[in-house]
């Protein structure tokens, strides 16, 4: 039972560390992975943010031990639970609407982690079945380049490509289920990297020149860095409720299957548990496609809010200010100064004045 209870603080952990992370992002400029220093320094420089990464990196040390104890298919459902207080969160703290897609999509989601919790043994009331696999840390490394190569492409090309500090003023609003997804897969990454090294420590905690040797260290900084750093993202521009529950179906999808086809865990070794963990899988790649990808249109007259833009301060900041919407602000020029129009004059005047300033002349002499 210790082993369950670790199970169901990691994720409760990781709820927390990115609420942090939405209430920190009202609090900062606009970031974005298309100007990565500044967003960097934004973040490193935020000690509330820092606060909400120190509560995933506990999340995911809680998590790799349960992996070492417990095989993933009992640990994938312990986020059901915390889904739902998640969106019970988003609404009541942050006024967030939920669509009925949405809903249909996180109980299509529960479904699915029912699913993987009947294949794990947990709906028997029995301790999960079968051992915890070896989590092997000498795994290939053609293996380990198999699951991480195809892992980072995506995220990045959200960070490079597809992430631009200019959105137009008219672009539709996306509820985040790129940025969840990128940044779950991710997280997954480091959570598969993070086990492998629990499974090196377990018995010989000293072992830490064993592990430098290993890629998992380097795994778990970069792809745990990223993955916050893109959540942070999406979090600051999307709902709390979308965000992190495409991120739970991207990290558990692929701590699952990088953990059978990388790092030693058992298959399904039954009829019954292969059918229920294929349909969880199914289920859960359902409820990512259920979830529409932009912001339904406001009615007129009820313009979505909006939070206030914070300016830029930091070192890598550019020197013309953004109007803290979508786009930079042209530079403001000075008006013109408007001079009235020349009247135009006669002859007869033009004689009378030059009469009358060839009489003040002789006044002067005088």
């Not at 640990?75 to 942050?94: D, E, H, I, K, R």
């Not at 897609?101 to 009947?118: H, K, S």
Request: proline residues 9%.
């Amino acid at each position: 039972m210790g082993a369950l209870a670790l199970a169901v603080a990691a994720p409760v952990a990781y709820v927390a560390g990115f609420t942090v992370f939405k209430v920190t992002g009202r609090r900062m400029p606009r970031l974005t992975g298309a100007r990565f220093l500044h967003t960097a320094w934004t973040l490193a420089s935020s000690p509330a943010w820092l606060v909400g990464l120190g509560l995933l990196v506990g999340g995911m040390v809680v998590q790799s031990i349960v992996l070492t104890r417990i095989p993933v298919s009992a640990v994938v459902p312990m986020y059901g639970p915390v889904m739902v207080v998640l969106l019970l969160v988003a609404v009541t703290n942050f006024r967030e609407r939920v669509t009925p897609g949405e809903l249909g999509a996180l109980a299509v989601l529960v479904l699915a982690l029912l699913a993987f919790a009947a294949a794990g043994g947990l709906l028997r009331g029995t301790a999960p079945a079968g051992p915890a696999g070896p989590w092997d840390p000498h795994a290939p490394l053609w293996k380990v380049a198999l699951l991480i190569g195809p892992s980072l492409l995506f995220p990045l090309w959200l960070f490079v490509v597809r992430d631009s500090p200019v959105d137009g003023r008219h672009a539709k609003r996306v509820t985040g289920v790129a940025f969840g997804l990128g940044a779950g897969v991710l997280v997954g990454c480091a959570e598969s990297s993070g086990a492998a090294i629990a499974r090196l420590l377990r018995h010989d905690p000293s072992a830490w020149q064993a592990v430098l040797r290993t890629p998992h260290p380097s795994i778990v900084v970069v792809a745990g860095l990223f993955g916050a750093g893109l959540a942070q993202i999406g979090l600051q521009r999307c709902r709390l409720s979308v965000v992190i529950i495409m991120l739970a179906v991207g990290s558990k999808a692929s701590l699952w299957l990088g953990g059978i086809m990388v790092y030693g865990q058992p298959w399904p070794d039954t009829p019954r548990t292969f059918a229920l963990s294929a349909v969880g899988l199914v289920l859960a790649a359902a409820s990512v496609f259920l979830i529409p990808r932009h912001e339904r249109e406001e009615p007129a007259g009820e313009p979505a809010a909006e939070e206030a833009a914070v300016p830029d301060r930091t070192p890598f900041a550019p020197r013309r200010e953004r109007d803290g919407r979508d786009g930079w602000a042209a530079p403001v020029l000075p008006a013109p100064v408007v001079r009235p129009p020349a009247v135009p004059r006669s002859a007869a005047a033009m004689r009378y004045e030059a009469l009358r300033n060839e009489g003040a002349g002789r006044g002067d002499r005088a």
